[in-house]
């Protein structure tokens, strides 16, 4: 099992940036497939971004495509995820999720973080 913890939210304006953050512990980092998932009141939980075990194969929704970069560094644990021109629409709570397979499915990822919270401001 691992465990992750998110930090990093917080808020800004629009056309700002963010780089948000998840550290692991527990079973070995780099045999998970990381993803960042976020949730708006009200919605229902989105994919983001995700990232396989090596880094080198990454994937990301259309509405961030070219704004967010999701990266890891397996010898600190942490995932992150790089966000600019950052948008009001992009205010959600933001997971990070770790899985054997990447893909951008919830169901498909068993752990999960706690979420931090982001809010662009208009």
């Known amino acids: 099992q691992v465990q992750l913890v998110e930090s990093g939210g917080g808020l800004v304006q629009a056309g700002g940036s963010l780089r948000l953050s998840c550290a692991a512990s527990?079973?070995?980092?780099?045999?998970?497939?990381m993803g960042w998932f976020r949730q708006a009141p009200g919605k229902e939980r989105d994919f983001v971004a995700s990232?396989?075990?090596?880094?080198?194969?990454?994937s990301y929704a259309d509405s961030v495509k070219g704004r967010f970069t999701i990266s890891r560094d397996n010898a600190k644990n942490t995932v992150y995820l790089q966000m600019d021109s950052l948008k009001p629409e992009d205010t959600a709570v933001y997971y990070c999720?770790?899985?054997?397979?990447?893909?951008?499915?919830?169901?498909?990822?068993?752990?999960w973080g706690q979420g931090t919270q982001v809010t662009v401001s208009s």
């Open positions: 999720a770790a899985s054997y397979y990447t893909g951008s499915i919830p169901g498909g990822y068993p752990y």
């Open positions: 527990g079973r070995t980092f780099n045999n998970y497939a």
């Open positions: 990232i396989n075990w090596s880094g080198g194969i990454t």
